[in-house]
C-alpha cells in the first residue's frame, strides 16, 4: 500500500489510529450463498452501542488530526480524559491542527490503546447515534450517481492522500439501502485495471478493509462480510467541504 504524506508528521497506520471497539450492529445479516437474498435477525441481547459508524469514522479523523499520545506521561482522572474527548470531537474534522496545536492525551501511546482501556468514556463522549443520520453529506444520496461521476470521485480520492490524510468515505447503495455506511481509508495501491484502498472499517475494527475501483467498470466493490453480502456499491468523499 502507498502511505498518504499528511500535512502532520506522520502517516496513519491501522494499528495505531483506530477504535478497539465497534460500531455494533442491531440486526444480524445472513446471505444466501446462491442467491445473494438477505434476512435479518434481532440481535440478542441488543447492542448497546450502535449507529455511530459515522462517528466513529469522524472521531477517528478528529483524533488523527487535533490530538498528540503521551504515553511517557502519567495516566490522568477519567475527568481530565473526558475533558480532552470533548475538546477533541469538538474541533473540525475537515483540517488538521499544526503539531504545536495538538491536544496532548497523557498515559496512552495511541488511539488503539487508550480505546481499549476507555471505551466507556469514548462510546459516551465522542457522539449519540443521531449525529449518523444527520450528516451534511447525506443530502447526495438522493440525487443519481452516474459511473462518470464515480470515475472522477475515485481520481478524487487519490489525490486526497496528498491534500489531506484519511479521507473518509460514504459507502451506499440507494434507493435500497443495503448498506448506508462510512469507513476511513488510509493507503491506496494502483493497477492498470484497478485502485484498491485499504480501509478502516468500523464495524470490524480487528483488521483492516479493502475498497476496490474497478477502472474498467468504473464502480466500486465492497467485498463481503458479515453485514454486507459484497458487490457493487457507490461512494461518495464526506468531510471534504462545506457541502459534505
Same mark, same amino acid.
Given at each position: ?21 465497534? *460500531? ?9 450463498? @446462491? ?7 434481532? *440481535? #440478542?441481547?441488543?447492542? #448497546?452501542?450502535?449507529?455511530? +459508524? ?5 472521531? +477517528?479523523? &478528529? ?16 475527568? =481530565? ?7 477533541? =470531537? ?10 504545536? #496545536? ?7 501511546? +495511541?488511539?488503539? !490503546?487508550?480505546?481499549? !482501556?476507555?471505551?466507556?468514556?469514548? @462510546?459516551? #463522549? +465522542? %457522539? ?16 443519481? $450517481? ?9 481520481? &478524487?480520492? =487519490?489525490?486526497?492522500?496528498?491534500? @489531506? ?16 455506511? %462510512? $469507513? /476511513?481509508?488510509?493507503?491506496?495501491? !494502483?493497477?492498470?485495471?484497478? /485502485?484498491?484502498? !485499504?480501509?478502516?472499517?468500523? *464495524? ?14 468504473r464502480t466500486f466493490h465492497f467485498p463481503? *462480510?458479515?453485514?454486507?453480502? %459484497?458487490? @457493487? ?12
Open positions: 500500500m502507498i502511505s498518504a504524506e499528511p500535512p502532520s508528521p506522520r502517516a496513519f497506520h491501522f494499528e495505531r489510529d483506530t477504535f478497539a471497539f465497534a *460500531n455494533e450492529l442491531v440486526w444480524e445479516y445472513r446471505f444466501d450463498p @446462491k442467491t445473494g437474498a438477505m434476512t435479518t435477525f434481532r *440481535n #440478542e441481547p441488543r447492542p #448497546e452501542y450502535a449507529h455511530r +459508524c459515522f462517528v466513529l469514522v469522524r472521531s +477517528c479523523r &478528529q483524533f488523527f488530526y487535533h490530538a498528540r499520545f503521551d504515553g511517557e506521561q502519567s495516566k490522568a482522572a477519567p475527568s =481530565v480524559y473526558r475533558q480532552l474527548i470533548r475538546q477533541i =470531537v469538538s474541533l473540525s474534522p475537515r483540517r488538521p491542527s499544526s503539531e504545536a #496545536e495538538r491536544i496532548v492525551i497523557p498515559g496512552y501511546s +495511541c488511539l488503539r !490503546e487508550f480505546s481499549m !482501556e476507555q471505551a466507556p468514556l469514548l @462510546k459516551a #463522549e +465522542c %457522539g449519540g447515534a443521531w449525529q449518523s443520520y444527520f450528516l451534511r453529506s447525506h443530502w447526495r444520496m438522493t440525487f443519481p $450517481i452516474t459511473r462518470r461521476q464515480q470515475e472522477r470521485m475515485a481520481n &478524487q480520492l =487519490v489525490r486526497a492522500f496528498a491534500e @489531506k490524510p484519511a479521507p473518509i468515505v460514504h459507502l451506499l447503495r440507494f434507493p435500497q439501502l443495503t448498506i448506508n455506511h %462510512g $469507513i /476511513v481509508l488510509y493507503g491506496f495501491r !494502483e493497477t492498470e485495471s484497478a /485502485v484498491q484502498f !485499504e480501509a478502516y472499517d468500523p *464495524n470490524t475494527p480487528a483488521h483492516p478493509a479493502e475498497l476496490t475501483y474497478q477502472r474498467a467498470e463481503a *462480510n458479515h453485514y454486507w453480502p %459484497g458487490g @457493487k456499491l457507490d461512494v461518495i468523499e464526506v468531510y471534504r467541504g462545506w457541502l459534505y
